[in-house]
């Protein structure tokens, strides 16, 4: 019994000190794909391991509330940026506009469709399905989303047939299975899939800009400080471009 | 005290869980008899398959479902064809994911109570005549109600908090396939959903007090009319 006792007990000293020079980005679902290559470069530059978390920007921002160790935080939208700003969680100084996106409909590969974002589109009789987008309250493709649709007058249509879904990548998969008839995803998740076509783009001034900001976590130290840098380098911006997404920072 | 739309989440919940009930009776009381009664090649991997819901991630059944039932999947697809019936993001599709999960429970009630029931009584019934079918239900399942009773009650409860199938396959739909545990998940998601969260906690916690209330009634009701 005692043999044991002290085997869990090394066992677990042993996952813990494992555990504590991880360094964890917390990155929003739409960078999943970016954001590997961009850990794979930068670990085959320097040799560190980091590990990413992706989640809904909302998802995220909760856990690190809640005192997730974290060390980079790069959300969809500023309000979730605000969010762990205003409650003090994130080094204020750090924070950084990084990137900006567009906001598309797609629609499965085996049903193409061209939708025109004007007002004067009957919706009701055009796309008679469903549609999935990220939650209309926390996740940022869904609130954009949101401001989009109403902004077009579709709202209150489409409304009862919105399924919301925890992060941007869950709404993409729907489409993808041919679940849901049209999505609302992000251009450079549009891109990442080829099961997917794009049926139409919504206008930029639809809805807020979108704006992915980024910022060092109070615990962050040399290490992350180091990656923080490398995503504002021209390597990054190469690979940033490739995947769609418009890069606002200056390298 | 309750808003509307709090009234309409719970009342979805009950809906799902009833119907999950009724869907689950006849099948579960039927599984229940021949894993009791019947020993044939295979008994054990039967047994293993029926109790499988209760070992894996609610999140695998629910991609089952969606792979087997979704607009795409082997069966879905021809039930989408043939009679434009849709599971997913319909509530009939949360009743599915619901009774995926509690079939094992109900089944596990049922079983234990068939097998205490007397052989002896079922031989005498079949000596004077009955038919195996009239013998089950005049004597076997009786005998054996307040297990279907047990049963009900605990695929009840476990449909009122089944979560992870129900979201991966039935999707989250505001007033179609939101019931409860869905509609905390997504307000424990937002900014300022936490007060509203916790309304619903409280309510969830009161639904499933009183369901387990009422199972608790009715079975001391039936011990005494047995005796």
């Given at each position: 019994?005692?043999?044991?006792l002290?085997l ?12 504590e020079k991880k360094?964890?980005?917390?990155a929003a679902?739409?960078?999943t ?5 961009l850990?794979?470069?930068?670990g085959q530059q320097t040799?560190?391991q980091?590990v990413?978390?992706?989640?809904g ?16 935080f790069i959300?969809a939208?500023e309000?979730?940026?605000q ?43 055009q ?11 926390s ?7 949101k ?21 941007v990548?869950?709404t993409l998969?729907?489409?993808?299975r041919?679940e849901?008839?049209v ?13 997917v076509?794009v ?5 930029e ?6 704006v992915?900001p ?15 840098r490398?995503?504002q380098?021209?390597d ?16 | ?10 009342l ?6 009833a119907c ?7 099948p579960a009381?039927g599984?229940?008899w ?6 044939f ?10 109790h ?6 609610p999140?695998v ?7 087997l039932?979704?607009r ?28 995926v ?5 109900m ?7 068939l ?5 002896l ?9 009955a038919?195996?079918l ?9 005998l054996?109600?307040h297990?279907v009773?047990?049963g ?5 409860s ?11 396959f ?5 007033g179609?396939t939101?019931?409860l545990p869905?509609?905390?998940y ?11 969260a ?9 639904v499933s007090?009183?369901?387990l209330?009422?199972s608790?009634?009715?079975e001391?009701r ?6």
């Open positions: 019994m005692k043999k044991w002290w869990s007990l090394c066992l677990i000293s042993l996952c813990a000190q494992a555990e360094v964890r980005i917390f679902a739409s960078l794909d970016v954001m590997n290559v850990i794979k470069q930068y040799g560190e980091l990413p978390v992706y989640g920007s909302g998802t995220l921002a909760k856990q690190l509330e809640q005192g997730a160790p974290g060390d980079l959300s939208d309000k979730w940026m969010y762990l700003k205003d409650k003090q969680l994130v080094q204020a100084a750090s924070i950084k506009p990084w990137l900006s996106n567009r906001l598309v409909m797609v629609t499965p590969l085996a049903k193409p469709m061209s939708i025109r974002t004007e007002p004067s589109t009957d919706i009701r009789q796309v008679p399905g469903y549609w999935c987008t990220g939650d209309t309250v996740v940022p493709v869904g609130i954009y989303a401001q989009s649709l109403m902004a077009l007058g579709w709202w209150e249509t489409l409304k009862g047939r919105l399924v919301s879904t925890q992060d990548r869950a998969r729907l489409v993808e041919d849901c008839d999505g609302i995803v992000y251009a450079s998740d549009a891109q990442s899939s080829s099961q076509k049926a139409g783009e919504f206008p001034n639809s809805h807020v800009p979108i992915y980024m910022a060092l976590l109070p615990q962050a130290g040399a290490q992350a400080n180091g990656f923080y490398y995503l380098s021209a990054a911006k190469k690979w940033l471009i490739s995947f769609g997404f418009k890069p606002v920072f200056a390298d | 005290m309750l808003s509307s739309a709090e009234l309409a989440i719970v979805l919940s009950l809906k799902v869980a999950c009930v009724c869907v689950l009776l006849l009381i599984m229940a021949v894993l009791a009664r019947k020993r090649w295979g008994h054990a991997l039967l047994d293993a398959l029926v499988l819901p209760m070992v894996l991630p999140v059944l629910g991609y089952m479902l969606l792979v039932l979704g795409r999947g082997w069966i879905g697809e021809r039930l989408y064809e043939q009679f434009h019936i849709q599971l997913t993001f319909h509530w009939w599709g949360a009743v599915i994911a619901s009774a999960m509690a079939f094992p429970l089944v596990r009630a049922i079983r234990q109570a097998v205490q029931v007397d052989p009584l079922e031989q005498a019934a079949q000596t004077l005549g038919t195996p009239k013998v089950f239900f005049t004597i076997s399942l009786p054996a109600y297990g009773l047990t009900a009650i605990l695929a009840f476990r449909s009122l908090g089944e979560f992870g199938a129900t979201i991966t039935a999707g989250n739909l505001e179609e939101r019931t869905l509609a905390i997504s307000l424990t998601q937002s900014p300022d959903g936490d007060a509203a916790l309304r619903l906690v409280v309510l969830s916690i009161l007090v009183i369901a209330l009422v608790q009634w009715l001391q039936l011990l005494r009319r047995q005796q």
